[in-house]
């Protein structure tokens, strides 16, 4: 772990990282303490240096590298995933296959996506320049990762970064910064000096001492609202990219294909125990079917086997503590107070929050209006598609929405009407590909993930003009 170590004044003492199903340990970080912040920068600046002057197709080399690395150590990887953040062994797997494709994407951005010839002579009065713009990296840039996919969403934000040639301050949650930690070695393994990507693992007061630097030139954070909305009031002047959670609606239409609508719903519910920022949250059915959906959706939702991820029969793992699940338990609570009716669910053992379904849910619950980001499923009844619009657009902030539906004009005004980042149509919210743009409407807007878009952000477009002086 040699990127942590940076000198000993740096560290205040040891995390330990414990498995979210049978509490063992699985390993231990030191803590890099907010005191040492003028080390990691001073490094950092180095590092922007190194980064820049790496020629693309040196960065292309590394890049390749540890893609092909981690995808020979694939099921080292997911067992670590498994270890650490309780997601199931399928799960995991599909994760550290999508870090592979992740990181292959930002080589070939790197490759790509230099910049752009300018045609000056298009405009009158410029006839005798010409020239283009680069795309230049930024600088120093932090990165703040959650919990919920320890390793790819880790790629999201180094892969475009070392593409861009830039050097990256690397937090990643104090839950689960294993995977993170062995990202970077294998990065540097494949030739990444190492003053490029620094991990940092720490509380607030590191985040916040990291956040406000006047070095770095921006911040890319996945993670909840509050967390991020005190991030913009610290960092300053600087970029700030932000994916600040969901509270995905799915519309189900009664001229839709119904047995891909509930398999798919159940799915996109309870995928990660519904840890997954982008989870199908509210599912909103059109009421001539909505009794049939509730009995087979419900249904199978008692299907699904809670336990040891480790199982490859297991559908659904632990959430990552029993503070996860306190919290889950306790807006179910709530829910139940003013109204709701539970259909299944809610019988925490452990950190096992087993599938939990409600209906009649009101509108003032924090669990219609927050994210979950839990096992929790509320189902909800509408007459035409306009109100279940007006539903889904409820909540202040979102990042993807759902519908499914055999028509294709009602598809497409669901697709234009519904305030979300993306809408996916015969699909769950929890669809994602990794070269798609992928971010928040409202409040949830700031920036954009996707290996192209996060490129994008994290460099700076240089203009080159040539006055062709003609006498």
């Not at 600087?238 to 799915?250: E, H, T």
């Not at 009407?417 to 015969?426: D, L, P």
């Given at each position: 772990m040699h990127n942590l170590a940076l000198s000993k004044t740096t560290f205040a003492e040891e995390i330990v990282v414990s498995n979210p199903f049978d509490g063992s340990?699985?390993?231990?970080?030191?803590?890099?303490?907010?005191?040492?912040?003028?080390?990691?920068?001073?490094?950092a600046r180095r590092g922007a240096q190194v980064a820049r002057n790496l020629a693309r197709h040196?960065?292309?080399?590394?890049?390749?590298?540890?893609?092909?690395?981690?995808?020979?150590?694939?099921?080292?990887?997911?067992?670590?995933?498994?270890?650490?953040a309780g997601k199931t062994i399928t799960q995991a797997r599909k994760e550290t296959t999508r870090c592979v494709n992740t990181l292959k994407l930002s080589a070939d951005e790197a490759k790509r996506n230099a910049g752009e010839v300018i045609p000056f002579d298009s405009y009158a009065g410029s006839e005798s320049r010409q020239g283009w713009y680069t795309r230049e990296p930024l600088g120093i840039i932090v990165a703040i990762t959650p919990y919920n996919d320890p390793l790819n969403l880790v790629a999201h934000k180094l892969g475009p970064a070392i593409a861009g040639g830039?050097?990256?301050?690397?937090?990643?949650?104090?839950?689960?910064?294993?995977?993170?930690?062995?990202?970077?070695?294998?990065?540097?393994?494949?030739?990444?000096?190492?003053e490029i990507v620094t991990v940092a693992v720490g509380g607030a007061e590191l985040g916040k001492a990291l956040v406000s630097a006047k070095d770095v030139r921006m911040i890319s954070f996945t993670g909840g609202f509050a967390a991020g909305e005190a991030i913009a009031k610290t960092a300053g002047i600087?970029?700030?990219?932000?994916?600040?959670?969901?509270?995905?609606?799915?519309?189900?239409?009664?001229?839709c294909d119904f047995d891909a609508a509930v398999e798919s719903c159940v799915s996109g519910a309870y995928w990660a125990a519904g840890q997954n920022c982008i989870g199908t949250q509210r599912i909103l059915v059109q009421r001539p079917i909505y009794d049939r959906f509730k009995t087979e959706f419900v249904a199978a939702t008692?299907?699904?086997?809670?336990?040891?991820?480790?199982?490859?029969?297991t559908d659904?793992?632990?959430?990552?503590?029993?503070?996860?699940?306190?919290?889950?338990?306790?807006?179910?609570?709530?829910?139940?107070?003013?109204?709701s009716t539970l259909l299944c669910g809610h019988e925490p053992v452990g950190n096992l929050y087993p599938p939990t379904v409600l209906e009649s849910v009101p509108m003032s619950c924090d669990a219609w209006i927050e994210e979950v980001f839990a096992p929790i499923v509320i189902l909800e009844p509408f007459d035409e598609l306009s109100n279940a619009i007006v539903l889904a657009n409820?909540?202040?902030?979102?990042l993807h929405a759902g519908i499914f539906t055999n028509d294709l004009n009602g598809?497409?005004?669901?697709?234009?009407?519904?305030?979300?980042?993306?809408?996916?149509?015969?699909?769950s919210s929890d669809y994602r590909f990794d070269a798609m743009p992928f971010g928040g409407f409202k409040y949830g807007s700031m920036g954009r993930e996707g290996v192209r878009f996060a490129y994008e952000d994290m460099t700076q477009p240089k203009v080159v003009c040539i006055n062709r002086l003609r006498r």
């Open positions: 340990i699985v390993g231990t970080v030191p803590e890099t303490s907010a005191a040492g912040i003028h080390a990691l920068l001073e490094r040196q960065r292309v080399t590394i890049l390749e590298k540890a893609a092909t690395a981690i995808e020979a150590a694939k099921e080292e990887f997911a067992l670590l995933i498994v270890r650490e830039n050097a990256v301050l690397l937090k990643p949650s104090e839950l689960t910064p294993l995977s993170a930690i062995k990202l970077v070695e294998v990065l540097t393994q494949s030739g990444l000096p190492e600087k970029k700030l990219a932000m994916d600040l959670g969901g509270n995905a609606p799915v519309i189900v239409m009664e001229n008692k299907k699904l086997k809670t336990g040891n991820p480790l199982d490859a029969d659904v793992g632990p959430m990552i503590s029993s503070k996860a699940v306190g919290r889950a338990a306790a807006m179910v609570d709530r829910a139940l107070a003013a109204g409820g909540p202040e902030y979102s598809a497409l005004e669901a697709a234009d009407k519904i305030e979300a980042g993306g809408v996916m149509i015969n699909d």
